[in-house]
């Protein structure tokens, strides 16, 4: 029965039993004051009245209500339904007049308000921490107390290769860090309770590959409910960077080395270059005299035949004497060449200066700088350079090149039956190819793709640094030239350097 049908009835009956108690009041007291006689009236016709009254206020009563209060509920009521089935907070509940239902209307309106207010506020700062977590930089996942991932970022799923699908009841930590056993061991017994970390390890993506991470555990509180927070940081490129930093100060290192040695060297070659001077001077001055006085001594030994000089007969002092003096005059010249070479090594050219200079006087003069270790082996190393062949470019530099090269070679190939060969020729381009060749141990392709590295040397017993091919292709780069390796494992190698025909003439 609805609320009006109810509200009716309730006010006939309420209506009837009020007139029907103020008539049996009223007759009650005429009858015993002797005012009014019996009436006339029978009491059917009395008990009709009486319901007919009460209708009629009844019914006045509830147009009244229906006016004044039912109408208004509906309203009310179609506003709580639109709310209810459109979960729409914008809506305004509001109701005309200043009586007690547009008072209660108005305190719903200011609670729905409110909570549209804080939605809102909650919507935005949801919004706000999820653009946080969406785009950082770092992968982050959040895991239950089973170790299952409930959400993850984007930069996880893009940093391991995993999906939602991939990670759906599966154990993270097995699936992520089982490589580092300490680790994860922390973080299931006190992942809940603390933070673990930062901690370097091996992550491991969905592809089985490896990535060098810094992982951080936190333990948060959802909804009263215990979660851990993992974040994981690439510090893949930070590592190399860390390395190349190392690599960069161990070269400035062994540069400031060698030129310390270089300046050393410098002086070196000044001291021995004065006195070799006067050896020199000398030596012409000896060889001129002695051209003037063995006239002399000829006369003499011609008179006297057991004419002897220094213990020995006239005609083998004379002849050991010009020997003598020829040795002299060469060892001389050829220290006077190497010291003019270790200058030049050690000569600091700026770095972009260039000049023309002859291949094969470059070649000529290294070879000269390390002929020690050439003589020490018993090799044969064969020089093929045309003097046509002149290259524009750095030329303190590209004698480093040589001797780091050639040096090589000599380290690689067996005594005695060792072999080097050093050429150079114009292909079909035009451009000059420069090669040393040697029929030494070779390399394994394994050693060939590190040979460039720095620092990689199999040379180590020997006092290796492993610069010297890293060193020397970084300047055939810098000059604009290139420096390549063609190999075979206990059969020899040609390293080769390419000068472009606008470089050579």
Request: net charge negative.
């Amino acid at each position: 029965m609805s609320l009006i049908k109810k509200t009716l009835l309730l006010s006939a009956i309420a209506a009837s039993l009020g007139i029907g108690i103020i008539y049996l009041v009223l007759s009650l007291f005429y009858f015993s004051t002797n005012q009014i006689k019996t009436s006339t009236l029978g009491l059917p016709v009395i008990i009709t009245l009486i319901i007919l009254l009460g209708l009629l206020f009844a019914t006045i009563i509830v147009l009244f209500l229906q006016v004044s209060v039912f109408s208004r509920i509906r309203q009310l009521e179609t506003q709580f339904q639109y709310l209810a089935d459109n979960d729409d907070y914008d809506v305004t509940i509001s109701l005309e007049g200043n009586d007690e239902l547009s008072g209660f209307a108005n305190r719903i309106n200011k609670v729905i308000t409110t909570k549209r207010i804080t939605d809102k506020a909650l919507r935005e700062s949801e919004l706000f921490y999820k653009t946080i977590f969406e785009a950082s930089a770092d992968a982050f996942v959040i895991i239950d107390k089973d170790f299952y991932p409930v959400s993850f970022n984007r930069k996880f799923s893009f940093q391991f290769g995993f999906d939602d699908d991939d990670l759906k009841q599966k154990d993270l930590i097995s699936a992520v860090i089982k490589s580092d056993s300490t680790t994860v061991s922390q973080i299931r017994n006190s992942g809940f309770d603390k933070i673990i970390g930062p901690v370097e390890l091996q992550a491991i993506k969905k592809n089985g590959e490896r990535l060098l991470v810094n992982l951080l555990s936190s333990p948060v509180k959802l909804k009263e409910n215990n979660f851990i927070l993992l974040r994981f940081t690439d510090i893949t490129t930070i590592k190399e960077l860390e390395a190349k930093a190392k690599e960069q100060q161990l070269l400035i290192q062994q540069a400031d080395k060698l030129a310390s040695l270089g300046l050393l060297v410098s002086g070196v070659a000044h001291e021995i270059n004065n006195p070799i001077s006067f050896i020199s001077f000398n030596l012409s001055y000896i060889e001129k005299s002695l051209k003037e006085i063995f006239p002399n001594l000829d006369l003499i030994a011609k008179d006297k035949n057991d004419f002897k000089i220094g213990n020995l007969k006239y005609d083998i002092f004379k002849q050991e004497m010009n020997d003598l003096l020829k040795d002299l005059n060469e060892g001389s010249n050829r220290i006077i060449n190497i010291v003019s070479d270790l200058k030049n090594f050690a000569k600091i050219e700026p770095e972009h200066e260039r000049m023309s200079f002859s291949l094969k006087e470059i070649t000529d003069s290294t070879l000269r700088l390390i002929n020690h270790q050439i003589i020490k082996k018993h090799i044969e190393v064969k020089s093929n350079i045309d003097e046509s062949f002149s290259l524009f470019g750095n030329k303190q530099k590209t004698g480093q090149v040589l001797i780091n090269v050639i040096t090589n070679a000599i380290d690689a190939v067996e005594t005695i039956t060792g072999k080097i060969i050093i050429d150079c020729r114009s292909n079909d381009d035009g451009d000059v190819l420069y090669s040393i060749a040697d029929n030494g141990c070779g390399m394994d392709e394994e050693t060939l793709n590190k040979v460039f590295d720095p620092f990689f040397t199999t040379k180590t017993n020997s006092g290796g640094t492993g610069l010297g091919l890293s060193v020397s292709k970084s300047i055939m780069e810098n000059m604009g030239f290139v420096l390549f390796i063609k190999t075979e494992l206990n059969k020899g190698t040609t390293v080769s350097l390419q000068f472009p025909k606008e470089f050579v003439k």
